[in-house]
């Protein structure tokens, strides 16, 4: 029941990466209301929450938690560690740099390189974290002035000539946003601010709102970015 009401925006999004073949390849940094990705990626995972909510020894979790914080590297599921809110968010833009330095090279088509997609809520963006991580990917996603390029030209690599980005941190960050930080209303949260608007702060940010019950809108949001 914690991620009752905002399926939506779980779904919506996966299915994006399903439809775009980087499914698999992709990552993914839940909060603990996107418990559907278990759902979503079919029976296995839902007997893999299962368990861990037994506190089975055989469970990702290895018996130590009965809760929501687990994951598995190796099903590129970003391990939720620890209930603070937004903590994931700098470790998910961490692993997209990686994925940009380790695989990015070895896929030919474009189309076919993976992404990061992090998910919090309304009362996480308030976080330092979450800022510290928005700010890092904005920093490593800025292009080259030429007379940067002119001086670390030797030391680029095939995928930084071709984005003219020394670094680069393809993730996407998705605020469930439903007006409450558990029981902190937006008026006293934030000040009612938009959200999504905040990415004009950042270089190299687009942002963009959707209504989160209209999975076919989070669907065509996530696939643009």
């Known amino acids: ?37 278990f759902t979503w990626k079919g029976p296995e995972f839902e007997f893999e929450l299962i368990k861990n909510h037994l506190m089975k020894q055989t ?31 700098p470790v998910a833009v961490g692993v997209s740099e990686a994925l940009r330095e380790v695989e990015w090279p070895t896929i030919a088509d474009k189309a076919l390189r993976p992404v990061t997609l992090v998910f919090f809520g309304d009362g996480a963006a308030q ?9 890092w990917a904005a920093a490593s996603n800025a292009e080259l002035e030429e007379h940067e390029r002119e001086k670390v030209e030797p030391f680029l690599d095939e995928i930084s000539r071709e984005t003219n980005r020394l670094r680069g ?16 209303r937006a008026r006293d949260e934030h000040g009612r601010s938009h959200l999504a608007r905040r990415a004009d702060g950042y270089a190299n940010m687009v942002g963009m709102d ?16």
């Open 169 to 184: 941190a393809p993730v996407v960050f998705i605020i469930n946003d439903n007006e409450y930080a558990i029981t902190t």
């Open 210 to 225: 959707v209504f989160e019950h209209e999975p076919v809108a989070v669907y065509h949001a996530v696939r643009h970015a």
């Open 59 to 89: 469970s990702w979790g290895k018996g130590r938690d009965g809760n929501i914080h687990l994951g598995s590297r190796e099903h590129r599921i970003i391990p939720f560690g620890v209930s603070h809110m937004g903590a994931n968010v």
């Open 127 to 135: 976080q330092g974290c979450v800022h510290e991580g928005m700010n």
């Open 1 to 37: 029941l914690l991620s009752e009401g905002q399926e939506h925006v779980t779904v919506g999004a996966l299915f994006a990466l399903e439809e775009l073949g980087i499914g698999d390849r992709s990552w993914i940094g839940l909060s603990h209301r996107d418990q559907a990705v």
